[in-house]
């Protein structure tokens, strides 16, 4: 972060109009840790504060890997804790909410999960972990593919629609 309000700046005079940060944690048995969330989200938190001073609409982007074997559930569960603890530090740091993009995972197991779950599946938990965490200010999502082919993120995709 250091240096980032110059840039944001240099970058509003050439033009952008948006940023992008993104945090990336992994699932396993025991991780993310409270800590890891805890810090990516206020990072993701100073950023995007630092982006509204320049006059940039920060993307907001905590990214769940799918690396691992974890289940639907579990993912769910991370990200349900990671979008919370993304929102709290964005209020905590008082980012103008209406001015922000959201740029979350899918919830999806992970690629190694012997236990295949339907585009229906994945769109029912993904959605409940939206309702659950995201406010309604945020005008704005856009989902990440986050290591699926362009057809599977397709029909997850058209089943959340």
């Given at each position: 972060?250091?240096?980032?309000?110059e840039?944001?700046?240099?970058?509003?005079?050439?033009?952008a109009?948006?940023?992008?940060?993104?945090?990336?944690?992994?699932?396993?048995?025991?991780?993310?840790?409270?800590?890891?969330?805890?810090?990516n989200?206020?990072t993701?938190?100073?950023y995007?504060?630092?982006?509204?001073?320049?006059?940039?609409?920060?993307i907001?982007?905590?990214?769940?890997?799918p690396?691992?074997?974890?289940?639907?559930?579990r993912?769910?569960?991370?990200?349900e804790?990671v979008?919370?603890?993304?929102?709290?530090?964005?209020n905590?740091?008082?980012?103008?909410?209406?001015?922000?993009?959201?740029k979350?995972?899918?919830?999806t197991a992970?690629?190694?999960?012997?236990?295949?779950?339907?585009a229906?599946?994945?769109a029912?938990?993904?959605?409940t972990?939206?309702?659950?965490?995201?406010?309604?200010?945020?005008?704005?999502?856009?989902?990440?593919?986050?290591?699926?082919?362009?057809?599977?993120?397709?029909?997850?995709?058209?089943?959340?629609n």
């Amino acid at each position: 972060l250091d240096g980032l309000s110059e840039r944001c700046a240099q970058y509003k005079k050439d033009g952008a109009d948006f940023g992008k940060w993104r945090a990336v944690l992994k699932i396993t048995s025991t991780t993310p840790s409270q800590l890891a969330i805890q810090e990516n989200a206020n990072t993701l938190a100073r950023y995007a504060s630092i982006c509204q001073q320049n006059g940039l609409v920060p993307i907001v982007e905590p990214e769940i890997l799918p690396d691992g074997d974890h289940d639907l559930q579990r993912c769910q569960y991370v990200t349900e804790k990671v979008l919370a603890a993304v929102y709290k530090a964005l209020n905590d740091h008082h980012v103008y909410l209406e001015g922000t993009l959201l740029k979350p995972n899918m919830v999806t197991a992970g690629h190694s999960c012997p236990k295949k779950y339907t585009a229906q599946d994945v769109a029912i938990a993904t959605v409940t972990t939206l309702l659950r965490t995201v406010p309604a200010a945020v005008p704005g999502i856009c989902f990440l593919s986050g290591g699926q082919s362009e057809e599977e993120a397709s029909v997850n995709l058209n089943a959340m629609n």
